[in-house]
């Protein structure tokens, strides 16, 4: 079946109006992160735009209410994410941004903490420019730019001669918008609020330490103190998940999606007899698809870091899912940690 959003102009000219102004955005962002990368030695500069350019690319297809409607909500996840960004220190200070804390996944890459094979490819200056170059800067930006896709799909509807109005497919990718940035905004402040009792509690501990020349042995006995001292978060939506913000994630732009096949559907009748056909299927559909596999990739590589950190890494993995939750695995938000592990012991 023809793509309908590819129904109006020719599909093979060269792209005009947002596709145009999308294109030139990518490649000039593309281009200046390899720079700005290869001159600090940085590699997170595309990370410092990754919350920023879905919607700005987004803004560039406002004509109607759902461009407007999709724009505006990609701009509550983008103030969402670079706020949070921005507070665990992923910017520098002003005038110079780009000088914030690195991801430490691309120094394990560098430094080839992460064993042999063709990891050790890396750990050579030009493999990682080269690696630097195609992956990081190219295929990142034009991952931003498809994902947030689907707002040039509902601009070409919207432009055509019968504008599509909002029906329940909006509806539907709005709701599961909201709810995905929510959960995704309370995995964050978990993990964040994790963190911060992590660093008292071992300061705590440092000062008895010192103070009595031993730590007091009934320190770890809540289920929080023992996941402080297993190192990592599995509470909350962590009994759930392991990487619940990675898995919101991955359904916002599932959710943002749904916007170019309301559009498709909305702008399409059968010639028959009038009645709407759904067309669940359309060429943006390829941004969320691609964005979930290198979501698998990521998880793997911070899976790998986190083994090599925490011995109790391993058994967490074990009882808890990394993105799609299991039934049981429900059961840690009703009775707790601490509930099933004596459980375990009996």
């Known amino acids: 079946m023809t793509d309908p959003s590819l129904s109006y102009g020719d599909r093979w000219s060269w792209p005009s109006g947002p596709h145009r102004t999308s294109l030139l955005i990518c490649h000039a962002v593309a281009l200046l992160t390899f720079v700005v990368s290869t001159v600090t030695g940085d590699l997170s500069q595309v990370d410092r735009l990754w919350s920023i350019l879905p919607a700005v690319y987004a803004w560039t297809c406002v004509v109607d209410a759902r461009t407007t409607l999709a724009a505006c909500l990609a701009t509550a996840w983008s103030v969402r994410l670079t706020y949070n960004f921005y507070r665990r220190g992923g910017y520098g200070s002003w005038p110079r941004p780009w000088r914030g804390d690195e991801d430490y996944r691309w120094g394990a890459l560098r430094s080839g903490s992460l064993g042999g094979g063709w990891w050790t490819l890396l750990t050579n200056g030009w493999m990682m420019t080269i690696f630097n170059f195609v992956f990081i800067s190219l295929f990142q930006n ?33 709701v599961l918008f909201v709810v995905s940035l929510i959960g995704e905004t309370v995995a964050d402040n978990q993990q964040r609020a994790f963190q911060k009792g992590k660093e008292a509690w071992r300061l705590r501990n440092s000062r008895r330490t010192d103070d009595a020349g031993l730590a007091d042995a009934g320190d770890a006995s809540s289920s929080v103190e023992r996941q402080y001292e297993d190192g990592f978060c599995q509470s909350g939506l962590f009994a759930i998940v392991r990487k619940p913000a990675y898995a919101f994630e991955q359904l916002i732009w ?16 059968d010639p028959g007899d009038g009645r709407r056909r759904y067309h669940y299927w359309n060429w943006s559909g390829g941004g969320w698809i691609l964005l979930c596999l290198l979501f698998q990739g990521s998880g793997w590589l911070t899976e790998k870091i986190s083994m090599s950190k925490y011995p109790a890494y391993r058994t967490y993995r074990k009882r808890v899912p990394l993105y799609v939750p299991r039934i049981p695995s429900l059961r840690h938000l009703i009775v707790g940690v601490a509930v099933e592990d004596r459980e375990k012991d009996k």
């Not at 896709?149 to 329940?168: D, F, G, H, I, Y």
């Not at 959710?255 to 170019?260: A, E, N, P, R, V």
Request: net charge negative; aromatic share 12%.
């Open 142 to 174: 034009y991952l931003l730019l498809y994902i947030a896709s689907p707002s040039l799909v509902a601009w070409s509807m919207a432009t055509a001669a019968t504008p599509p109005s909002l029906n329940v497919v909006d509806a539907i990718a709005s």
């Open 254 to 269: 599932i959710s943002y999606y749904l916007f170019s096949v309301a559009a498709v559907t909305a702008g399409h009748s």
